[in-house]
């Protein structure tokens, strides 16, 4: 599945990508590292650019069972 651009519509191409486990220097993986911590140690970084406009930004993704699985510890719920 291609990510859209947010401002005019276009497929986003993926200029870089990093993991938990080789985070490299780039910003947002350094980002996520420090922000999911806690939450799940296994994510991807990406730096996304639109084809057309000069959109450009950084995307970390989670996998949807850690998500639920933090939500649950953070306000104390069981199932």
Do not use: N
């Not at 599945?1 to 986003?12: L, S, V």
């Not at 140690?41 to 730096?47: M, N």
């Not at 850690?66 to 953070?74: E, P, S, T």
């Amino acid at each position: 599945m291609t990510m859209r651009c947010p401002r005019c519509g276009e497929a986003t191409k993926v200029t870089a990508s990093r993991t938990s486990e080789r985070p490299g220097g780039y910003k947002i993986a350094r980002r996520a590292a420090q922000e999911l911590s806690w939450f799940t140690y296994d994510w991807v970084a990406r730096v996304r650019h639109c084809k057309v406009c000069p959109w450009r930004e950084g995307t970390v993704e989670i996998l949807l069972s850690d998500l639920v699985a933090g939500w649950k510890r953070r306000d104390g719920s069981r199932d």
